[in-house]
């Protein structure tokens, strides 16, 4: 087991959410299923049975998914960083992600349940951070200008084509 988790709270979807993530990552996995008891039905207003959390697995990444009610909703504050090694798979995950959500800028958007990710290139920290300002610059430059993230776009601003 990992030694830090992330934790999504769901109102009810947390099944339908993760079925959906598997579904877009291939190399994942439900690892335990856990459900209400007598015990936390009277406090989370869940029934007794149904499904309470989720602890699975995306690319050798845990997360848990909760089914925890309307007290907490998902905002941007938090998003999960998907580093891409080609443009085809930077397009398909913008497309499956962002399908029924919303598509931001810079590479984020919302999925259909709330959660927020970055559909970002790999070399994309390697792009914008380093000793050459100017370069930098012309990146970012060219990555404010994008929703879905380009990489053509961004290596030639790198190389200052």
Not at 60 to 88: K, R, Y
Not at 139 to 148: E, F, G, N, P, R
């Amino acid at each position: 087991m990992q030694k830090i988790i992330t934790h999504i709270w769901f109102n009810d979807q947390a099944e339908q959410a993760v079925e959906f993530y598997l579904s877009v990552f291939s190399n994942s996995r439900v690892l335990i299923t856990s459900y209400y008891g007598q015990a936390s039905e009277q406090v989370s207003g869940r029934a007794a049975g149904s499904v309470m959390s989720i602890h699975f697995e995306l690319e050798g990444q845990e997360f848990i998914a909760l089914n925890g009610g309307p007290h907490f909703t998902l905002n941007p504050a938090i998003s999960l960083v998907v580093n891409c090694d080609s443009q085809a798979e930077i397009d398909r995950l913008w497309q499956q992600l962002g399908e029924g959500g919303q598509h931001l800028q810079c590479g984020w958007l919302t999925d259909r349940f709330g959660l927020s990710w970055q559909i970002i290139p790999s070399d994309v920290v390697r792009f914008m951070l380093g000793p050459d300002n100017a370069r930098n610059e012309r990146v970012m430059q060219a990555l404010l200008k994008m929703q879905k993230l380009d990489i053509a776009v961004l290596k030639a601003a790198y190389h200052n084509h």
